[in-house]
């Protein structure tokens, strides 16, 4: 089956520490994408690539790291410099730029205490 | 920058009855629209899209309308079932060179039996 997974669905970290949240596609997709989505609010973009070994920054990345070493991985470090990091994240992936169908893996929930 | 709003935070029908959910943008310029559910604790899962060369188009019990004049789309839901219960977003892509989609907060359709 073709799809985007993203691993663990729910993770929890004590304040300070960093943590990364895995995001992988067999989709054969150029662009990949990170949403945060807080309670009653609509995703927000925290980091995009539209090609391996190149990203970009999105409305919200203070706080976040990614890389793009393989076409298939996108994964998302969260830092200890994100002052709220609680929240369900949402990886995405698309055939050809933003402005295309994005597909969504399931999210990672988030709990830092 | 691009703005998406959605006309009403809940909507509650009657299963059988038609439901309809609306969107605003704000970007004249706007060419391209995707409709998305999202079930609870789960990824937005792709609806429908529409282009801004058409004013209609049609999927399976949905129908997506688009009014360019009014700068407004709304997604028809016909016959509603207790499985469309969930959170629908609109997204509009942005009108920065990356053109990224902006996202709508979203309505939580719940479905009454």
């Known amino acids: 089956d073709g799809g985007i997974t993203q691993s663990p669905k729910y993770l929890f970290r004590k304040e300070g520490q960093n943590v990364t949240l895995s995001c992988e596609q067999n989709?054969?997709?150029?662009?990949m994408y990170w949403y945060r989505q807080d309670p009653g609010q609509g995703l927000r973009l925290i980091y995009y690539?539209?090609?391996?070994?190149?990203?970009q920054k999105g409305d919200i990345a203070e706080g976040y790291s990614v890389s793009r070493e393989k076409k298939e991985s996108f994964p998302l470090t969260v830092t200890s410099a994100q002052k709220n990091p609680t929240a369900f994240y949402l990886c995405?992936?698309?055939?050809?730029?933003?402005?295309?169908?994005?597909?969504f893996g399931p999210g990672t929930r988030l709990t830092v205490t | 920058g691009e703005s998406v709003g959605l006309h009403l935070p809940t909507l509650s029908v009657q299963e059988g009855d038609n439901s309809i959910i609306n969107c605003a943008y704000s970007?004249?310029?706007?060419?391209?629209f995707i409709w998305y559910k999202q079930e609870s604790g789960k990824g937005p899962q792709f609806i429908i899209d529409?282009?801004?060369?058409?004013d209609k188009r049609q999927g399976q019990r949905v129908t997506v309308l688009l009014n360019k004049t009014v700068k407004h789309l709304s997604l028809q839901i016909a016959a509603t079932q207790p499985g469309d219960s969930a959170v629908y977003f609109c997204?509009?892509?942005?009108?920065?060179?990356?053109?990224?989609?902006?996202f709508g907060s979203g309505t939580q359709l719940t479905v009454l039996p």
């Open positions: 995405a992936s698309s055939i050809g730029g933003p402005a295309y169908e994005q597909y």
């Open positions: 989709l054969n997709h150029d662009a």
């Open positions: 690539s539209q090609i391996v070994n190149d990203f």
């Open positions: 970007n004249s310029a706007s060419d391209y």
């Open positions: 529409i282009r801004s060369n058409m």
């Open positions: 997204a509009v892509p942005g009108s920065g060179s990356a053109r990224q989609l902006t």
